[in-house]
Nanobody, 122 residues
């Protein structure tokens, strides 16, 4: 069973940056496409982006395009979400997810981490 553990969530001021990390265990990560999904209070889950298993292709939601970057290091079994120019509307719990078959902007991923909280506020 693939297990995912996120870290890096924090309180940050608008305009600031954060990098989230996701460490996988149980299986080698290079079998899986990875996505970051966020959920804010009272809102639906949103896939902010996905990266294919080989790191060759990425997809982003329009709300984060140009500000967020997904990457991965399969040798370290770790994925990352670099978030720049953060806005108050980015406040949410961010989940690392993975799936063997799916990489896209629908939240249909088989494996989920426990989430890490990002708060953007002055």
């Amino acid at each position: 069973q693939l297990q995912l553990v996120e870290s890096g969530g924090d309180l940050v001021q608008p305009g600031g940056s954060l990098r989230l990390s996701c460490v996988a265990s149980g299986y080698t990560l290079d079998r899986y496409h990875m996505a970051w999904i966020r959920q804010a209070p009272g809102k639906e889950r949103e896939v902010v982006g996905c990266i294919t298993n080989d790191g060759g292709t990425t997809y982003y939601s329009d709300s984060v395009k140009g500000r967020f970057t997904i990457s991965r290091d399969n040798a370290k079994n770790t994925g990352y979400l670099q978030m720049n120019n953060l806005r108050s509307e980015d406040t949410a719990v961010y989940y690392c997810t993975a799936d063997v078959h799916h990489c896209g902007l629908h939240p249909e991923y088989d494996y989920w981490g426990q989430g890490t909280k990002v708060t953007v506020s002055s």
